[in-house]
């Protein structure tokens, strides 16, 4: 008995290994294939997470660096026949007056870049966003909401609570 549940848990970990394996190739050949021919472009991969909404989704975090330009994506990915499809993308600038984003059509994924240190948690509505630390001060975050046009928040290290609007017009 315990040499089957054993077995299967190895199957179970080689299965997962080898969706994100597929996972994972289908992507670098998706960029490849929107990149061909483009000069001075790289592109890293920064996280993946498979099955974030429900079965058969994914998500794919990345930075891209183009004419001395670097910017971050989230993208979301559905297996549609047992094929990946690329869905939606949203993008990031640092320190750009544009605070955060939010995908038009569900799921309804929210996400934006921060360097204030002092930021650790932000809330999209009331789910609490992944923070990644990226490089040096930047951080990326992401939040999966099941609701569109929700608030968001960011809850500094002393307590305070802050409205970060989708735009900070002193910026500008």
Known sequence: MMMVSFLFVLVFLLGCSNEEQQFEHFFQQKMTEMHL?????????????????????????????????EKIYIAYFEKEKNQWEWIQTRGAKWHSPVQWSAMNSE???????????????????DELAKLLPIEND???????????????????????????????????
């Open 107 to 125: 799921p309804y994924i929210y996400s934006g870049t921060i360097d204030d240190n002092s930021i650790v948690e932000i809330y999209v509505g």
């Open 138 to 172: 930047k951080r990326f975050w992401y939040a999966i909401s099941p609701i569109q046009d929700v608030k968001v928040k960011a809850v500094h290290e002393n307590g305070i609570i802050e409205m970060i609007e989708e735009i900070n017009h002193e910026k500008f």
């Open 37 to 69: 021919g483009e000069k001075n472009f790289t592109y890293s991969l920064v996280q993946k997470e498979l099955n974030v909404v429900h079965e058969g989704d994914a998500i794919a975090i990345f930075l891209e660096q183009k004419d001395q330009e």
